[in-house]
């Protein structure tokens, strides 16, 4: 089988906008990226890896010569270097006009459960609380330019349950549920950021997407490994796009005028692959007691690291 062809999103002329994408470095992010500095936007790329930075650079003006890309850093896995980023970015001015929370990690074949630097698992950390720290720090300056927030999930959050009293799954480990968690986590927030913005507590558009399947990439390197008969592989490559094309359900989240919060992946079999459109959301993210309760623990999360880094 041969793998499903999906046409790019065209995107308005987006000179004058300045975007933010977080894990832009590699992978789906620089594809969006990419896109974005085609279209004349200016990019803030946050990357933990700054030869990594500058070869995604290198990248993007390979398609978009003019383009205006400045590197900053970020780990999304200590809180320190997102308090950095936003306390530059807000004594900048930085004019963010969107922002794509992209970056994540999935460490799916890897038994070990890893903690970040802070005490929180690390899929956790950074897939979700990094990027709701970040997100809602910048929330004034956001808010002043009537900015679009993207949130890109994943399949693993439309069939992941959260398990309230085990959130960082430390009694029942494993990296799948550990990540599914963390993106159902993350698309709480979206919807939650989405109902708070629509009952005028701030000025932003939410929009959600997911990139399908993207097998063109170094994810899960550990099952990889174990895939020796390549079964795996041969059916992702059938079904699943390539980077270019998972990164264009971002992208139509970017620039596409709908209601909030909408949400757009692929649209060919399973969702795993194909012509980036809306799709139907995730139910369980819509439900606006859990959406408060997450925001609540993540703000009581971040409190109590503050106060132990203090004490």
């Known amino acids: 089988m041969s793998r499903t062809q999906a046409s790019p999103v065209a995107l308005p002329d987006l000179r004058g906008r300045t975007a933010l994408v977080t894990g832009a ?15 004349g936007a200016d990019l803030v790329l946050p990357v933990r890896n700054r030869v990594k930075g500058e070869r995604a650079v290198e990248r993007i003006r390979g398609s978009a010569p003019d383009a205006r890309a400045d590197l900053v ?3 999304l896995a200590r809180l320190d270097s997102v308090r950095a980023l936003a306390a530059a970015v807000l004594a900048e001015r930085t004019p963010l006009d969107l922002v794509v929370l992209n970056a994540g990690i999935v460490l799916l074949g890897d038994r070990e459960r890893h903690m970040s630097a802070d005490g929180f698992e ?3 950390q950074t897939n979700f609380l990094g990027h709701f720290a970040l997100t809602t720090a910048l929330l004034p300056l956001l808010q002043e330019r009537g900015a679009r927030v993207v949130v890109q999930l994943s399949l693993a959050a439309g069939v992941s349950r959260l398990a309230w009293d085990d959130l960082q799954c430390e009694r029942r480990y494993s990296p799948l549920r550990a990540y ?18 629509a009952a005028g507590d701030g000025g932003v ?12 990439t170094g994810i899960a390197p550990a099952m990889r490994a174990r895939d020796r008969g390549g079964l795996g592989r041969r059916l ?16 139509l989240a970017a620039v596409t005028n709908a209601p909030a919060p909408g949400f757009f992946g692929p649209t060919g079999a399973l969702h795993f692959g194909g012509a980036a459109g809306p799709v139907r959301p995730y139910r369980r993210l819509a439900d606006p007691v859990d959406g408060a309760r997450m925001w609540a623990v ?9 106060d132990a880094v203090r004490a």
């Open 25 to 39: 470095s590699d992978g789906v992010g620089v594809e969006i990226a990419r896109g974005l500095a085609a279209a």
């Open 73 to 75: 850093d970020l780990d």
């Open 122 to 124: 690390l899929h956790f």
């Open 180 to 197: 599914g968690a963390s993106k159902v986590a993350l698309g709480l927030f979206g919807c939650e950021l989405a109902r708070r913005a």
């Open 205 to 216: 558009t939410v929009h959600l997407s997911h990139p399908g399947v993207v097998p063109d």
């Open 236 to 251: 992702a490559d059938s079904l699943g796009n390539t980077p270019a094309q998972a990164a264009q359900p971002a992208l």
């Open 298 to 306: 993540a703000e009581q999360l971040l409190q109590d690291r503050s």
